[in-house]
């Protein structure tokens, strides 16, 4: 099946800094890609929905400065969490379909720490 | 806008026997319904779609679900859980009135417990 990596798988970061996490389709090109925030024991709560070679759109109450999505070709997004404080610390999914309106495939997910 | 409920945050059951984990949706006509199992620190795995047709639909790892209009369910089941299937399960609903089945919503998950 298809094949979705995100890099890297955890990350420890110190308040203030910046954090940019890939999403990466390996056998197919994905028009779309969606990132997901995911709480500890709690659902996945959809952030953006990225498409190639244009602007992201977020879901409401999602800081779009805050949270910087980029969807530069066919099999790669990524998200940068900008100027990340605690809260932030999170699992962050990224999901990606082979054609519009299509079949999700999902990254390993990406825990995300900051101190 | 739809929305999915699945009523139990935690079920055990014990190694060999029969599950049911339930899945509710709320949506205007006929949605696209999924169901992913999701280990622990790991991504989300497909188990089962369903889009139109057959209303008992087969999935990987011996799992099947039904979709019930009249009931608004679509819950997963499985005749004989193994241990590995240990893990959260989610419920996910998909709009196709926006034309698309990618942009979903998902439940708040039910995790299993099995017990040897």
């Known amino acids: 099946g298809a094949v979705v990596s995100q890099h890297p798988s955890r990350v420890i970061c110190k308040s203030g800094t910046s954090v940019k996490i890939e999403c990466r389709s390996l056998?197919?090109?994905?028009?779309?890609m969606f990132w997901y925030r995911q709480f500890p024991k709690q659902s996945l709560m959809l952030m953006a929905t990225?498409?190639?070679?244009?602007?992201?759109?977020?879901e409401q109450g999602v800081e779009k400065d805050k949270f910087l999505i980029n969807h530069a070709s066919l099999t790669l997004s990524t998200l940068t969490v900008t100027s990340a404080h605690p809260e932030d610390s999170s699992f962050y999914i990224c999901?990606?379909?082979?054609?519009?309106?299509?079949?999700?495939?999902f990254g390993e997910g990406s825990r995300l720490t900051v101190l | 806008a739809q929305s999915v409920t699945q009523p139990d945050i935690h079920i055990t059951v014990s190694e060999g026997a029969s599950l049911e984990l339930r899945c509710n949706y709320s949506y205007g006509a006929t949605p696209y319904l999924f169901w992913y199992v999701q280990s622990p620190g790991q991504g989300l795995q497909l188990l089962l779609k369903y889009f139109s047709g057959d209303t008992l639909v087969q999935g990987i790892k011996g799992f099947e679900a039904e979709f019930k209009r009249s009931q608004s369910s679509f819950n997963l089941r499985k005749p004989s859980v193994h241990w590995s299937d240990a893990a959260e399960y989610f419920c996910?609903?998909?709009?196709?009135?926006?034309?698309?089945?990618?942009?979903?919503?998902f439940g708040t998950g039910t995790r299993l417990q099995v017990t040897l």
């Open positions: 999901s990606a379909s082979r054609l519009i309106g299509g079949e999700l495939f």
């Open positions: 990225s498409n190639e070679g244009s602007k992201a759109t977020y």
């Open positions: 056998d197919f090109q994905a028009t779309t």
């Open positions: 996910a609903v998909g709009a196709p009135h926006t034309g698309t089945a990618s942009k979903l919503t």
